[in-house]
């Protein structure tokens, strides 16, 4: 495999496309390309899975299996997807009463996509998989609420160009995730009251399930989808990733488009995977990337690499190795205190160390770093976030429930402040690029900031537990389009480690009984949700705002 992408992109040609996009905002501009080194071998045709070994528990309970195990066995002929599928509706059946991860599931709809591509001649590593989808992603046909009055009725008539993708690589799609109202929050109702809960503690409602994308992730870590898909504009994809022992990740802005998508900022907002394991990540990834017309940010970017061979572990005998040759670069403070996450952290650094290859590296952070990464800093995004609904925040404030104070903040912040904000993310873009990314090739990091302002690709990592047995993560970021590094390094890691295999406890109750790979005979099915609705969901009030208004929005 070449060398990894990071190391062909001209560093300035993308510090001066992102300081265009932020300058012209929500405009929907032609952007200069990005410039990169193009050998031949650069393609965004992925490669195999490679060889992929089925664990046992996963062979007894097909809700176990990550999407590579699932693809391997749709191939071999030994696994069907209208099989998974019942699997996971049965699960969600009998749990998502108590998770309340989906605010929508499409049970009659999941399994007749299921047979539809059993027929087909086509395998991607996708085909067949069933997944879940934050609620703020286009899905035709089927409403998409982002979870807010503003949206309650709102029913669009094509699919986010991400969905588009992975249901044309075969995905089956089991429903769309509860999520904070708006991206704003954890998820809630659009009036504040808890709906998704932390697989990891299901009957304690006070653990946050992480971020907006909170739906998406209790979902998977609930093992009631193989992997699902959130959004990030402030952590929402790395955080619900950390809190949940699963693997997410942001991708460079631009990587996948965003067309369909209800918007939150348009110079920060990053549609995602929010998966299993790193393989996963990047077989999701790989299927959601690409040039996209009616987005200009993915226009003029370099090929999507192999990420899937990128994700796949090196070994050399019974020694993993790193794919490319990489510095880690450790921020000051990262191990600092006595606490579980700090071991967890020093014990994650030592992993790495010992891969032949990784060079862990202390760094220095660039000047101001503080101050940028701020929440005064982050606060300048606010503006971009009301403009496009100042016409519905002029009809009826009621409509955007408990997040309101931020859309109205956003109105407030005066342009003096919102200009001085976009100058400041283009100078630490440039730091970060020049000062930061000039002693290492992936750095740690313990917040998602300012990697969400300046465009930057993060993934998330398990790495361990608390004393309690709540998950501790860590965020890894990288250069611009570096996903396939930072995927190298995370499946390093994931090859001498097993913190990514451990799922949660169900919750108390009946459970359904396993469906396993090889048949047993009739097989106990819970009764499935066709089209349920929480009730929390349902009791929303109704028609304060039209489709005319909706449209005006999206446009």
């Not at 160009?161 to 089956?172: D, I, R």
Request: hydrophobic letters at 40%; glycine letters at 10%; one cysteine or more.
């Amino acid at each position: 495999m070449s060398a990894p992408l990071d190391t062909r992109v001209d560093r300035r040609s993308f510090l001066v496309r992102m300081g265009i996009l932020s300058s012209a905002a929500a405009a929907s501009v032609a952007l200069p390309s990005v410039a990169y080194a193009s050998p031949g071998s650069v393609s965004g045709s992925p490669g195999g899975l490679g060889g992929v070994d089925v664990r046992p528990e996963a062979l007894a309970d097909l809700t176990e299996l990550t999407i590579a195990e699932a693809a391997t066995l749709i191939r071999a002929g030994r696994l069907s997807s209208e099989r998974l599928v019942e699997a996971y509706l049965d699960r969600i059946g009998a749990f998502d009463p108590t998770y309340q991860a989906f605010n929508l599931v499409l049970a009659d709809e999941a399994l007749a996509a299921a047979r539809a591509v059993s027929r087909r001649s086509r395998r991607s590593p996708l085909s067949g998989i069933p997944l879940a989808i934050k609620d703020n992603y286009y899905t035709a046909g089927v409403p998409t609420t982002a979870n807010s009055y503003l949206f309650q009725d709102f029913t669009p008539h094509f699919d986010a160009t991400a969905v588009q993708k992975l249901t044309s690589s075969g995905a089956v799609i089991l429903g769309k995730t509860q999520m904070g109202p708006l991206a704003t929050t954890r998820a809630t109702t659009p009036d504040g009251i808890v709906t998704t809960v932390n697989a990891w503690t299901p009957s304690d409602p006070s653990t946050n399930p992480g971020g907006s994308s909170s739906g998406s992730a209790t979902a998977v870590a609930a093992r009631m989808a193989t992997s699902s898909v959130g959004t990030q504009t402030g952590g929402s994809i790395t955080a619900p990733a950390n809190a949940q022992n699963l693997t997410g990740l942001k991708p460079t802005m631009g990587r996948v488009s965003l067309h369909g998508i209800i918007p939150l900022s348009y110079t920060r907002d990053h549609p995602g995977p929010i998966a299993r394991d790193v393989k996963d990540a990047a077989i999701m990834l790989s299927a959601m990337a690409g040039e996209d017309p009616r987005d200009p940010r993915t226009q003029g970017l370099p090929p999507v690499p192999d990420v899937i061979q990128a994700a796949t572990p090196v070994k050399r005998g019974r020694r993993t190795v790193a794919r490319w040759r990489t510095r880690v670069g450790i921020i000051p403070g990262y191990t600092s205190g006595d606490s579980a996450t700090a071991a967890a952290r020093r014990t994650f650094l030592e992993t790495l160390a010992g891969v032949d290859g990784i060079d862990v590296v202390d760094v220095s952070l660039p000047d101001d770093w503080e101050i940028h990464t701020s929440t005064a800093f982050n606060n300048v995004r606010l503006p971009e976030r009301t403009e496009p609904f100042l016409p519905m925040l002029r009809k009826d404030l009621r409509g955007f429930g408990v997040s309101v104070t931020g859309w109205l903040q956003g109105a407030l912040l005066g342009g003096t402040e919102y200009l001085a904000g976009q100058r400041a993310k283009v100078l630490m873009l440039e730091r970060v690029l020049e000062d930061l990314f000039g002693q290492c090739d992936v750095v740690v990091q313990t917040s998602p900031n300012p990697f969400d302002a300046i465009g930057l690709p993060e993934l998330a990592l398990p790495i361990g537990f608390t004393e309690g047995g709540l998950p501790i993560g860590t965020i890894l970021g990288g250069q611009p389009f570096g996903e396939d590094r930072l995927l190298s390094v995370g499946a390093a890691y994931q090859s001498l480690t097993d913190w990514h295999l451990r799922r949660p406890v169900d919750p108390a109750g009946d459970r359904p009984e396993p469906l396993g790979i090889e048949p047993r005979g009739r097989e106990k099915s819970a009764q499935r949700p066709r089209g349920r609705v929480p009730a929390a969901v349902a009791q929303r009030a109704r028609g304060r705002f039209s489709a005319d208004d909706v449209a005006r929005l999206m446009q």
